[in-house]
């Protein structure tokens, strides 16, 4: 079976421990089976490796969040790229032109899109590997996942299902609405819109070609900014009359607040810090290396990460959107495929950034035209290489570039380097990249 993982989002609702670069399914406030932290798309990605062990799984997502992705899930993650944001039919348009002219998938084949951020059991991918099996039927041209309410809510939208067997015929779709009516829908049998999409790549192929103006999946990627921003919803799902919905009645909540992240991550408080015995139904996340002492506080979330800190009532949370777009600031913190960086200090002409490479893995052989670089070995071997010329590193070890050097660093085993970075014109832009022989 073919899943495709939606995985987008700008990072503003779990500010400050998501950004553009890392999004929500990437900070880590889960537990697997060993008791480890694990992100949501790890989780996801093992939930369903768990349901169907030999389910194809290609995540669609954006450009700067791939290395994340390889950073998480390892290089042999099958990823689709978007070159800019474009909303979920053209995202789900190129995942399946992808599918069809880069991976050779068969046009007879089902496909599973799902969100890559719903917090659920196992019953929620053994609903997505039916919604499968019941495209590759091709009795409908598009089967929906429709989760059972548990409130009347007024975030979502409501699939009005013909009867009220397990998959029925769609009636027709309502958008959010108020409580009011909202509990209405319910108990006529409506249903939560999951954003879950099954149906065979074909149909799917044929009308991305039928609404964008393409040859393959190499001319929509190149031509993909010229494509409108539209959620597949709308474009398809509301104008198709062939189509039906499978209830789902399991585990399900999404996580796309504080708020809500609250009521599932594993522990009440991660990181260094400390609550005091009146403080009550409050969650500390810390990032930063200094404690955090939280005395008294009721139904909080505190967080705090480079990138800033937050103190917020967790009902109140959910509306933190607006003010984190005010906050103009730099990404201090990024997983990248060979690792990590955090900046720990930036001023006048100078940044320092920790780095931290996992074993076996390297930088992009690189140069800057407008700073110099000097790398301090803190801890962990490794080698670099400079125009070519390799020299082998220990912790205390340290190597300066100048301005036009090309240079990269290969860990043997976990390596911690401090980069100053040294220069009027300090960016993230002022980088080349060049192929790398070893």
């Not at 039916?130 to 409130?151: D, F």
């Not at 509990?183 to 149909?203: C, D, P, R, T």
């Not at 390799?390 to 300066?400: H, S």
Request: charged share 25%.
């Amino acid at each position: 079976m073919n899943i495709v993982l939606l995985s987008g989002g700008s990072g503003k609702r779990m500010w400050p421990l998501s950004n553009d670069i890392r999004s929500k399914q990437f900070i880590k406030l889960f537990k697997n089976e060993d008791g480890e932290y694990e992100s949501m798309v790890q989780r996801v990605y093992r939930q369903i490796k768990a349901v169907d062990k030999d389910a194809n799984i290609t995540i669609a997502t954006s450009k700067t969040q791939v290395s994340a992705i390889h950073n998480q899930l390892g290089e042999q993650v099958s990823v689709c790229v978007e070159p800019t944001r474009r909303d979920t039919f053209p995202a789900i348009a190129l995942a399946a032109a992808y599918l069809y002219d880069e991976l050779g998938v068969d046009r007879k084949e089902p496909v599973v899109v799902c969100p890559v951020d719903p917090y659920v059991d196992n019953s929620y991918y053994e609903t997505v590997v039916k919604m499968g099996e019941i495209a590759g039927k091709g009795e409908k041209n598009i089967s929906l996942m429709g989760i059972e309410p548990t409130y009347p809510s007024e975030k979502y939208g409501y699939i009005i299902p013909k009867s009220r067997d397990e998959l029925s015929d769609v009636s027709e779709f309502k958008e959010k609405p108020d409580v009011e009516t909202a509990e209405k829908y319910i108990g006529g049998g409506a249903l939560w819109n999951g954003g879950v999409f099954a149906f065979k790549l074909s149909y799917i192929l044929d009308k991305a070609h039928s609404l964008l103006n393409f040859t393959d999946y190499r001319d929509l990627y190149n031509h993909y900014d010229d494509c409108e921003k539209i959620s597949f919803d709308y474009a398809v799902v509301e104008k198709e009359s062939s189509i039906q919905v499978l209830r789902y009645a399991g585990e399900w909540k999404d996580v796309g607040t504080w708020n809500m992240m609250a009521e599932v991550m594993a522990d009440e408080v991660k990181g260094k810090a400390l609550i005091d015995d009146t403080t009550e139904g409050t969650n500390v996340v810390n990032e930063l290396d200094i404690p955090i002492l939280v005395m008294g506080a009721k139904n909080m979330v505190v967080a705090a990460s480079g990138d800033g800190i937050l103190i917020a009532d967790k009902e109140q949370s959910s509306y933190m959107k607006p003010y984190v777009e005010k906050i103009s600031t730099d990404v201090r913190f990024a997983e990248k495929s060979w690792g990590s960086y955090s900046v720990i200090d930036a001023g006048e002409g100078y940044l320092n950034v920790k780095v931290v490479l996992n074993p076996g893995n390297r930088m992009s052989y690189h140069s800057h035209d407008f700073r110099d670089e000097v790398w301090t070995v803190l801890s962990g071997k490794g080698k670099t290489f400079i125009d070519g010329m390799e020299q082998m590193v220990n912790p205390g070890d340290v190597v300066t570039m100048a301005a036009g050097c090309k240079h990269t660093i290969i860990a043997e085993t976990e390596l911690t380097v401090l980069e100053a970075q040294l220069g009027e014109n300090i960016s993230v832009s002022d980088k080349k990249k060049y192929e790398f022989d070893q």
